[in-house]
């Protein structure tokens, strides 16, 4: 939501229910974290020390690749604790193209209001 949040994400897998059913359930990042940004590792500067995914990444975005660990875009939700911890400063964060960002709704009351119209309740009595 744009305004009347209340919490802050820490990007932790063991307690926050989002990002377990993205890693337990299989369910595309995409779909459900409405990020504006994604990782990108530098091929000339990542060491392949396994920093970023076996200790940071909390989806799995992060693979082996032929010479250095890649981000599987896709995977990414765009927190940035992979950029934090990279001992080669490897990696940065990328803002996505205008066409691949979702505006968030304005409050909770919208955010309730599109959840309904996507499972076909109608929501004009609660306005």
């Given at each position: 939501m744009q305004n009347g949040l209340f919490f802050i994400c820490n990007c932790c897998s063991c307690c926050c229910g989002v990002l377990r059913s993205i890693n337990e359930l299989g369910i595309p990042a995409g779909d459900v974290v409405n990020s504006y940004y994604y990782a990108v590792i530098d091929p000339e500067e990542c060491a392949s020390c396994g920093v970023c995914a076996e200790e940071r990444c909390q989806v799995g975005a992060i693979e082996e690749g032929e010479d250095s660990n890649v981000v599987v875009a896709e995977k990414c939700i765009g927190c940035g604790l992979c950029v934090s911890t990279?001992?080669?400063?490897?990696?940065?964060?990328?803002?996505?193209?205008?066409?691949d960002i979702a505006t968030p709704p304005q409050d909770e009351a919208e955010w309730f209001e599109e959840r309904g119209i996507q499972r076909g309740v109608d929501f004009s009595k609660y306005k």
């Open positions: 990279c001992p080669q400063d490897a990696i940065k964060l990328v803002r996505k193209e205008e066409k």
